[in-house]
């Protein structure tokens, strides 16, 4: 899968003009192959329901933790889950048991939890945990706030730094994920440095690792590094690059992961304030610049942090901070059993404020499909999945586990659109259905709009327009829907060269279908 890929050159040129979201011909990517997994077996063949029909519930199952971050399944048949506390602490659930009051490994001694960053962030288990009982951890270490990577030996109770990367100037944006891949490589997550605005420049510099996915071989050790730098890594080599790097332009990946069924990579990236975003890459993408701190999301944050001739991997999805999120929480592309027929091979992340459900699904034309499914419990932090792959997430405060299930309810809108462009304007006629049982009274339509739309007049509607965020609410004549009737509205756009029309929609919160 080729990702589209901004031409720095062309970013510098069109910001002296207009700041519109750049489309440039997607480029084969540098560096690196990971192994094609075969798909699995759990969900691969369904035919997942229409996302606008699922809705997303959660049943709290634990209580008591402090401030938990992260979830990891062992897959050797204990049916148990790892969940990581801030303090330094590692407890274990068991559906049949519940929480286990005493930690299954305390590194608390170890682990600086100054500032509300810092602290235990990522646990990972070694490919062949069940019979070598290594995991590993990342967290923010005494004295100084150093993003840390160590190996924990459980039948030792031995801890072992593995890397080590100083962030002691500011106590955000340390990253901590840390996963296995399908090559058999560690990948590791840390953030910019922290601070506003990339003060370091980290995010588009190849001489740190901050900022940064990395990308090592811990199985073995090389020279005086306590592991090896694969070959094929897109940098090793490279006069005045870390080896470790893997993907460069990053804020703060603070949860990605791998699909199960392709290998591909999904990224949920925190930002500055006007975009979170979500990135795909698949196998082998190694050495893509994401291009944080030149962008945000799709927009230019810092012209001046662009490089010359740079070319960089454009996010599949973003938000704005006007939907009520502030911070994304990456998740994982849904592989297990028990909601195959509704969520099969869908990506679902969801965000620390607003705890919206997003859904994400590719729809085999090199774009995806988006919805709000529902909403997570409040402050959520890290879903994890069984090694069934069902879902579980972990909530910061009041700090509990919370068993995710989806159910498919017939969508209770839909919205048809058509629209007419021309130059730099553009016109929309939306028709809102209630297909629901009950009457719709008062309502509020909202969606999305592409970047560089700008509302300069509406009809039928009361229509107000935050970043790129549209809420458009009842008129007096209007305001109630029967079951089975419409209502029309429409609005015109200036626009900057994009004339993409809204890809969700929700009413009065509610997902609807799209139609024409």
Known sequence: MLRRRWSGPLLLALLLTVIAPLHASASASPAGTLPSPAPTASGADAAPAPLADITTTTTQVAYGLRRPTAIVAPDDGTGRLFITEKPGTVRVYHPDTGLAQTPLLDVSEAVDTSGNERGLLGIALAPDFATNQDLYLAYTALPDGAVTLARYRLDESRLEVLLSQEHSEYSNHNGGQIAFGPDGHLYWSIGDGGGSGDPFRSGQRLDTLLGKILRIDVSRSCGDLAYCVPADNPFAGVEGARDEIWLYGLRNAWRFSFDQADGSLWIGDVGQGRWEEVNHLAPGEGGANLGWSC??????????????????????????????????????????????????????????????????????????????????????????????????????????????????????????????????????????????????????????????????SDWNTDLTQLSNVITASAATHNRTIAPGASVTLGYLVEHTGDTGLPERFTLNGDACAIGG
């Open 295 to 456: 962008y945000e999301g799709l927009e230019i944050f810092d012209a001046g942090h662009c490089l010359p001739g740079e070319e960089y991997t454009e996010p599949v999805f973003t938000y704005s901070p006007y939907t009520g999120g502030c911070s994304v929480i990456g998740g994982h592309v849904y592989r297990g059993e028990e909601s195959a027929h509704l969520v099969g091979g869908t990506y679902i992340a969801t965000d620390y404020c607003s705890s919206t459900v997003w859904a994400l699904r590719e729809d085999g034309s090199g774009g995806y499909q988006q919805a709000e499914i529902g909403e997570m419990p409040t402050q959520v932090t890290a879903i994890g999945t069984t090694a069934e792959g069902e879902f579980y997430v972990v909530n910061d405060l009041p700090g509990g586990l919370h068993r995710v299930s989806f159910e498919r309810e017939q969508a209770t809108c839909r919205v048809d659109l058509a629209s007419t462009s021309w130059g730099t304007g553009m016109t929309v006629d939306l028709t809102v259905t209630n297909t629901g049982t009950t009457p719709v009274d008062g309502w509020a339509l909202r969606f999305p709009v592409a970047l560089g739309q700008t509302v300069i």
